[in-house]
DNA sequence: GTCTATAGCTTGATAGAC
DNA sequence: GTCTATCAAGCTATAGAC
């Protein structure tokens, strides 16, 4: 394994865990088996280094949501449309090994902050998010495109956060839900945004 | 003002800008006015502090939030429930002045990492939670229990985006929609939300 | 590409005067 | 309760040998 896929995996953990600011080079090269300098060398300061943990698992992402929005019917359905978006996330966390599990908590963080919404949101994830928005217009003509836009919205903040795994729902409800059983909570998941997504169209 | 508040005030607005690694206590206290022994002083260790900025208005939201769900008939509509936990967060944010709006980004952080899901969520948004998860069990009594569980982690998801105005919604939507507009944004939310739960019920 | 060594700064916390 | 001064440790980034 080269040196710089070790640097980025053990990036990607650690700041999964701790965010940007909550982990030092020291930490990540360390944890890599590497010399301090060579994060630097390979990458440029810290913050290059934290986008390019980013970029290489959106690319990858993206490409199978593109090619599995491109694959549904016209016009196509709420569930169809959500379940293209939605499912590769869903696979590779289940499946996908460790590396995908710490790329999901990452997401979570960066989507909720204004902090990297420019850096990554914008520039790693508008183009798959228009491509749903045009599909959701086809799905259903008569919405008001501004609660399409919202419906997005709402969408992106249950999913992000169900991928985070946070483990408080499993707290809450004293362990009757997991916050792990991923392929379980998607089925629900993509009935209970569909139908929010209807609700809006009839307004 | 006591140094204490003022303390309070600048930590808030920094912690939600970058986080609670990404601030400096001589950032705090230099914005604050105030010299840097004085937020240890007060405070103790940085991570009180946090602890410290957050509980101030949790405890004034979760305290209006129980009188709203208090006030409900028996049983609730759906629509209702929703709008008792999550119109406090909106009117505050609205109408409660910057320090609302910085405690609702610096919310949408934690409440999408696991770093803080113990010391803050659990200990002080879990028993709003069970009140609001009481009420949906008599909104829906032929739900199971655990799709309600489901649907309150969506809906916590889908606010604390909303509510952390990103802005990534204006830009997707060229304009359209604006982060910023929360009433207009509100009463989408409200039926997104219905519904999403209503059709869990069904399941 | 990798390593050692280090420059230049910032960090949280606190001791001790007032 | 507030202030000055400081400690020990950590930080990013890089220069220079191999």
């Not at 990452?106 to 989507?111: S, V």
């Not at 902050?113 to 508008?126: E, I, K, L, N, Y």
């Not at 709402?154 to 059983?181: Q, W």
Request: proline share 4%; with cysteine; glycine share 8%.
């Amino acid at each position: 394994m080269s040196t710089k896929d070790r640097i980025l995996d053990a990036a990607e953990t650690l700041f999964a865990d701790a965010g940007y600011d909550g982990v030092s080079l020291r930490q990540i090269t360390s944890a890599a088996g590497v010399e301090l300098a060579l994060a630097n060398y390979h990458f440029g300061p810290k913050s290059d280094l934290f986008l390019a943990v980013v970029q290489r698992r959106a690319d990858e992402l993206n490409r199978e949501r593109m090619t599995l929005l491109a694959a549904l019917p016209d016009p196509p359905t709420m569930e169809g449309l959500i379940d293209a978006f939605a499912r590769p996330f869903m696979e590779k966390s289940l499946r996908g090994g460790a590396g995908w599990k710490s790329y999901a908590r990452l997401i979570a963080q960066i989507a909720n902050s204004q902090r990297w919404t420019q850096a990554v949101m914008h520039t790693q994830f508008d183009p798959v998010a228009e491509a749903f928005i045009k599909g959701a217009k086809r799905a259903l003509p008569e919405a008001d495109p501004r609660n399409l836009y919202w419906g997005f919205h709402f969408m992106v903040g249950a999913m992000t956060m169900t991928f985070a795994e946070t483990g408080r729902i499993d707290v809450l409800s004293r362990g009757k839900c997991k916050s792990g059983a991923l392929d379980k909570i998607y089925q629900r998941m993509i009935p209970f945004l569909a139908a929010g997504f209807r609700r809006l169209a009839e307004a």
